[in-house]
């Protein structure tokens, strides 16, 4: 897989993620642990992305 292909799919996990996210917070009786590993996934992937934005521009 390219690079690119790579990172639009993180982007694309991400996105959705945060989309899960919103609807397990709205959702009523929403499991914090659920709503916190969740949120780490995210940022772990947030972080891949900018990672790899960062060593293409080098």
Do not use: F, N, Y
Request: aromatic share 0%.
């Amino acid at each position: 897989m390219s690079l690119e292909g790579h990172l639009a799919e993180l982007t694309e996990k991400h996105r959705l993620l945060d989309e899960q996210i919103i609807e397990e917070a709205a959702r009523p009786g929403s499991d914090d642990v659920v709503l916190r590993r969740m949120k780490q996934e995210k940022l772990k992937l947030k972080e891949e992305i900018e990672r790899i934005k960062h060593e293409t521009r080098h």
